[in-house]
């Protein structure tokens, strides 16, 4: 067939009725690659078939549109990612929900600066104020934070972009770094980083930045027992290894991403954790 491949109705039909089948994308691909089918022509069909049968279904029950997202580059299953400045090392991998643990993601050093520079600027934790767009103080999360200015000193700065190069998003488009404390007994239950479409005070938090997309928490300082990050959909808990960090990402505000995510109670010790949400647009 050369270069006159063309992407057809038919075609396209084909691979949802495989797809719903249960047959893997793989088996599809050497399927199609036996009949004769150029591999670009038919990894692009199966991609863009795909997404449009995902989106129509989406649409079918009511969900929001998926938006692009942060994502690692993670095709060929590294043992180690490129952030830079330094060489990070993938310790874990999920596609749904889109989960990425990482290790040696911060140096011992800059686990400590961190603590330090924050310290001082401790308070209790606020959530964002749905019904208003505003901030207050919620039963649910019973921390100490405080959050640095984007690039507010040479650490944050080496940081962000560190961050920006290992999930492949602008700099510009993250929140403020934000430091927690978590003392014993100190936990954040279950929640949704993304803001819910239909709280009224939603509009007016968006035009900061558009919604959130992704989060990375970075472990600085480990509690002697408890303070795991959990994934209550899928039964996960990450650990809260010093330097190590657990990205995630939600393509729509919905459910459907089983981001659910807790921190769970810190039993002995203290837990020191570094916080950056990642948004669609530029974050003013």
């Known amino acids: ?30 399927a199609m690659l036996a ?10 069909a199966m991609e863009t078939t795909l997404r449009g049968h995902l989106e129509q279904r ?8 998926a938006v692009p997202v ?24 999920m596609y749904n929900p889109r989960v990425v ?3 040696d993601l911060l140096s011992d050093q800059e686990c400590e600066q ?3 520079f924050a310290r001082p600027r401790m308070a209790r934790s606020l959530t964002v104020q749905t019904k208003t767009g505003g901030e207050e103080v919620n039963q649910d999360r019973t921390s100490q934070g405080m959050f640095f200015a984007r690039g507010e000193n040479e650490l944050i700065a080496r940081i962000e972009a560190r961050i920006a190069r290992l999930v492949n998003w602008p700099v510009e488009n993250g929140e403020g770094v934000q430091v927690l404390r978590y003392v014993p007994g100190a936990e954040y239950k279950p929640h949704y980083d993304y803001f819910d479409p239909n709280e009224p005070g939603t509009p007016t938090i968006l035009r900061r930045g558009g919604q959130r997309v992704g989060t990375l928490i970075m472990y600085l300082a480990e509690p002697e027992k ?15 290894k010093r330097g190590n960090g657990v990205f995630f990402s939600y393509d729509r505000a919905h459910p459907s991403t089983k981001s659910l995510h807790g921190g769970a109670p810190v039993l002995s010790g203290e837990k020191w954790i570094a916080t950056k949400w990642l948004r669609e647009r530029r974050f003013e």
């Open 1 to 30: 067939m050369g270069q006159t491949q063309q992407i057809t109705p038919q075609l396209r039909q084909w691979i949802v009725d495989q797809a719903q089948a249960g047959n893997s994308a793989e088996s599809v691909l050497q």
């Open 35 to 44: 009949s004769g089918w150029q591999e670009d022509v038919a990894i692009e």
């Open 58 to 65: 989406a649409a079918e029950q009511g969900l929001p549109p």
């Open 70 to 93: 942060p994502e690692p580059h993670l095709d060929d299953a590294p043992l180690y990612v490129d952030a830079g400045d330094r060489k990070v090392c993938v310790l874990q991998s």
């Open 101 to 103: 643990v990482f290790g």
């Open 114 to 116: 961190l603590i330090e």
């Open 226 to 240: 408890g303070g795991g990050t959990s994934f209550p959909d899928v039964h996960l808990e990450v650990a809260p």
